[in-house]
């Protein structure tokens, strides 16, 4: 580990960025924005930097994280559907509130129309968490004190529609209770808020997870089909009696009319990156397991979400209104 | 009456257009609240703040058109005393321009008239030094984004730049 | 004891070659981004990220830090000198420190920017070491209601930015809200107040209207003036503040120091409130409040030092919970994470060599930043010995490159014209807009803050009472509302207004 080697590497590092941008004609020619819609240091914005960082070194251009939080995940490919060139410089991260948004309310995009979708990368774990301070030590806990004070229980999410809001909605039909939701931009913030009891319960992804691990948080379930081996003490909701399994799978796209060659390029990065045993460690970090899909594929898959989507919003009784 | 320095009820009162404009940006923003609709104090809508901030910016506009009318201020031509008004105007139309040509005809185009005109229009600068200054200055700076932090500038429908 | 093993163990990371060169690489980037209006720590951090890979973490992590509080530094430079804040957070070293420099004396103004951030940055660091784990709880005692709480108070503190009408800086002031609440809204995802134009989905950005605001509407009203700027440059004697200068700082660097510290700490906006609210106190407390927005020292010294402290506090939440306040501490947390590590309450005992070794690297890049740009404050003031009329093109050259790649977009260059006339105008008729750029970026935490909270309270009212920390900003920015109404101050306001009204 001697020091100048180091230095070698990174005016190497430079002189190749240089040099790429001066010699090749060829896409892409400048640094590529990769809009993720949820602030930075949640866990997609950290596992996105890490696949991105990744997919830059084979692109040879560095990925720009923007992360444009807001509307559940939807601010951001909202905005690139109505702003941005379909060159491929500028591409997103597509939450599956992108496909159940519109469905609930006007919006101003239409998921089947609007984006060039490129590839299907992975899905995340949710849970429940509590502070270690509060009274409730399982979810038994929970719905017993919010059948006595209806809607008194709250919980953060990270955005009104995002799949925590839904799934949170669905258990409490089921469980015959009322909760209250409280919706942030992301992870970061509702990570803050429960800690600080400001809500009674956190639903989210497992940015919570370092937190969990240090005590300062109490994970009451996990979303996933199976218990998590992070977690082996934390039940499922299957175990919990509610018959449903919550990943929200997810993947990136540009806007719409996309050259194919381009979308073609930036597929082949983004599955190296997946396949890049560092993108493996981070997302593991986040207990997120790499579930690609082509993008022929992915697009089927728009199509199936949307459909199944559909169903859930309106049994919930949250979709919208046609006149 | 006629002290041009303090005018009261008069169209030329330059407070009196000040808190005007307020006042209609207070009645559009209060406007745009109720369409965004305010939601309820349980869970305010996207118009909530909207229309409060409009109903403040009203309050604090009519006491501006209060104190202009009741207390009187400058004339905008005592305003504009002893000003080069022409000077800021020709900066104006020229960023304007640039502006509107800037996409169409790239940054280099577009930049280095932009730089000559304000070289020479507002307090002339010798051609000799401002000539070179309207050249090198966009050059240098477009080559030191282009190649060495690869910030690419709209180079135009002629791909210069 | 711990601590003082903590600091030698911290150091003996610091002071290895290459993470010296490090730190110099990255302090050197970020007063070269500082400078440069518009191309932000942010930017430079995302591109260099890359890079910092191929050491180890402690390399990389401290080229990554020493970029971002290299441009804290930086960014008061082109404040100070041509009236154009590099970041919000500049804005308030502009009212002051931009007069300084038109009275020629640019160099104090410089020097004590620069000493006073040292200062501050040196104690945030000392107090970071000390006190850092039990701090951590401040962060996440603020909700909804106290950030909503927080918020009014920083935008009535904004009022005694302003020299002449409380009524037309409340105006601006609201004007700034509803600015920063074009967009989607970031609860319901509706567009609002957008005329349809694809560009404002997004929001009308910081960039562009601070640069019109200060920079191009400065030079428009300059411009209009007969009176050369060479003339006043003959007066430039010193380069340095001088003893009087140091006496009338040391207790706005001082309370600006604390002040900084403690809200940097917080979530969202603490360094752009504080470089504020230090301000304010600093105008409040002085003796001859008139000279503010004159070329007060005290108006650049505290401001200053507030910055930086919050710089040095903002690392706390980051490196104690794994939960950063700013977007550049979220690139230094993704840092860590592509390094493998994970910032949260276990990374101090797990990881102690990381921790104090990136600790002691803050020591000695502020040192660098010292040694760095003390030397340069020399060769900024000659800038300003160019004819204004070779200048103020420059100027706007600038202008337009720093909003340019601030989005790479030619709308905000539009936005950015569009600002630089409003601007004008607003100078012309005494509007100030220092309140609506404070506002601008308060505004849009504000919303969502008042509404969360009136989700979580069910509609009531009384959790802005109710609540000790809430209420007691609360109570603090009605305290302030109320004083200048009081008859004595009252006369004072509208001496000041008459010297403006010119």
């Known amino acids: 580990m001697s020091g100048p080697s180091r230095l070698t590497i990174a005016v190497a590092a430079i002189g190749m960025l240089i040099s790429a941008a001066a010699g090749a004609q060829e896409y892409p020619t400048k640094p590529i924005t990769l809009i993720v819609p949820w602030p930075a240091g949640g866990s997609t914005d950290l596992t996105m930097r890490a696949i991105a960082e990744s997919a830059s070194k084979v692109l040879g251009q560095p990925i720009t994280i923007d992360n444009k939080a807001g509307g559940g995940g939807t601010v951001g490919p909202a905005t690139m559907a109505a702003s941005a060139k379909p060159d491929g410089y500028t591409i997103a991260q597509m939450p599956i509130t992108v496909f159940r948004l519109p469905l609930m309310q006007e919006v101003s995009w239409d998921p089947a129309k609007d984006f060039s979708y490129i590839v299907h990368l992975t899905g995340y774990t949710f849970g429940v968490t509590t502070s270690a301070e509060s009274p409730f030590k399982t979810w038994k806990d929970v719905v017993d004190f919010a059948k006595q004070n209806p809607g008194k229980v709250t919980y953060a999410t990270p955005g009104a529609g995002t799949s925590l809001h839904i799934g949170m909605e669905q258990i409490a039909a089921l469980a015959g209770i009322k909760l209250t939701q409280v919706p942030f931009k992301g992870g970061a913030e509702t990570n803050a808020a429960v800690l600080g009891q400001h809500t009674m319960l956190q639903a989210d992804s497992t940015g919570w997870r370092p937190l969990v691990d240090a005590g300062k948080l109490r994970l009451l379930m996990v979303w996933t089909s199976a218990r998590s081996p992070n977690f082996p003490n934390v039940p499922t909701l299957k175990e919990l009696g509610y018959p449903m399994v919550y990943d929200s799978p997810f993947g990136i796209a540009g806007p719409k009319g996309m050259d194919p060659k381009i979308v073609a390029k930036l597929h082949d990065a983004f599955k190296k990156a997946l396949e890049d045993p560092a993108v493996i460690a981070t997302l593991a970090k986040f207990d997120m397991v790499p579930n690609y899909k082509s993008t022929e594929d992915y697009k089927k898959f728009v199509v199936e979400v949307t459909n199944s989507e559909r169903k859930t919003v309106e049994a919930l009784g949250l979709a919208k209104k046609t006149n | ?161 | 004891m711990d601590t003082l093993y903590n600091v030698a163990q911290g150091l003996g990371v610091a002071l290895l070659p290459i993470n010296l060169l490090y730190c110099f690489i990255g302090v050197f980037i970020g007063t070269l981004v500082g400078v440069l209006p518009g191309i932000g720590p942010i930017s430079a951090m995302s591109l260099l990220l890359p890079v910092t890979l191929s050491g180890t973490p402690e390399s990389g992590i401290i080229m990554m830090a020493g970029i971002y509080y290299g441009s804290m530094y930086g960014g008061s430079t082109t404040a100070i000198l041509v009236n154009i804040p590099g970041e919000a957070a500049s804005v308030v070293t502009c009212i002051d420190g931009h007069q300084m420099a038109k009275q020629g004396r640019a160099g104090p103004a410089l020097g004590m920017a620069a000493l006073g951030s040292f200062i501050a940055g040196t104690f945030a660091l000392v107090a970071l070491m000390l006190i850092a784990p039990s701090l951590a709880s401040v962060a996440i005692a603020f909700g909804p209601a106290e950030y909503f709480s927080l918020m009014v108070l920083g935008l009535v503190v904004l009022t005694f930015l302003t020299q002449g009408s409380m009524a037309k800086a409340l105006l601006m002031a609201c004007i700034g809200i509803v600015l920063g609440l074009i967009g989607l809204d970031s609860i319901t995802a509706q567009p609002r107040l957008t005329f349809g134009r694809l560009e404002l989905i997004d929001g009308i950005g910081l960039v562009p209207v601070v640069m019109g605001l200060f920079g191009i509407a400065e030079v428009l009203i300059n411009t209009e003036q007969v009176i050369k700027r060479d003339v006043i440059n003959a007066r430039i004697t010193q380069l340095l503040p001088s003893k009087a200068d140091w006496k009338a700082s040391a207790g706005p660097v001082a309370r600006g120091t604390v002040l900084g510290f403690l809200l940097g700490i917080l979530p969202g906006g603490g360094a752009v409130i504080s470089s504020f609210a230090s301000y304010a106190l600093e105008k409040r407390l002085s003796r001859t409040p008139e000279r503010f927005g004159h070329g007060a020292i005290e108006g650049v010294a505290g401001p200053e030092a507030a910055n930086n402290a919050a710089a040095g506090g903002a690392f706390i939440p980051l490196m104690t919970l794994g939960i950063p306040p700013n977007v550049v501490m979220a690139l230094l947390l993704g840092a860590f994470v592509i390094h493998g590590l994970q910032p949260g309450p276990l990374m101090i005992t797990q990881n102690p060599g990381l921790f104090w070794g990136i600790v002691a690297s803050m020591y000695i890049g502020n040192l660098m930043l010292l040694v760095l740009n003390l030397p340069l404050i020399g060769m900024w003031v000659q800038l300003l010995k160019l004819p204004y009329n070779v200048l103020f093109p420059l100027i706007i050259l600038f202008t337009i490159i720093g909003v340019y790649c601030s989005s790479n977009n030619v709308f905000d260059v539009y936005v950015m014209i569009a600002f630089g006339v409003i601007g004008y105008f607003m100078r012309k008729l005494g509007y100030e807009p220092a309140p609506l750029v404070l506002a601008f970026v308060l505004g849009p935490m504000l919303e969502n803050n008042l509404r969360k909270s009136l989700i979580l309270s069910q509609g009531d009212l009384t959790t802005f009472v109710q609540r000790p920390i809430s209420a007691v900003c609360l109570a603090l920015a009605v305290a302030l509302l109320v004083a200048p109404l009081l008859p004595a101050l009252r006369k004072k306001r509208e001496i000041v207004a008459l010297d403006e009204g010119v």
Do not use: H
């Open chain 2, 1 to 161: 009456m006629n002290d041009p320095e303090n005018v009261k009820l008069r169209l030329n009162n330059s407070e009196l257009w000040g808190g005007l404009i307020g006042l209609a940006l207070g009645v559009f923003v209060v406007w745009s609240g109720l369409k965004l609709k305010l939601g309820t104090i349980n869970d305010p809508g996207s118009g909530y703040v909207l229309f409060y901030t409009g109903i403040l910016m009203c309050a604090f506009a009519a006491t501006i058109i209060i104190g202009a009318i009741t207390e009187g201020s400058p004339t905008f031509a005592a305003r504009w005393k002893d000003a080069r008004w022409t000077k800021p105007l020709v900066i104006i139309a020229g960023l304007t321009v640039f502006s509107l040509a800037l996409d169409r005809l790239g940054f280099l185009l577009s930049t280095i008239p932009l730089m000559l005109l304000l070289l020479r229009a507002i307090d002339p600068v010798r051609w000799s030094l401002a000539i070179p200054i309207a050249l090198l200055s966009p050059l240098g700076v477009w080559w030191v984004l282009k190649r060495l932090l690869l910030i690419q500038l709209p180079s135009g429908i002629f791909e210069i730049g």
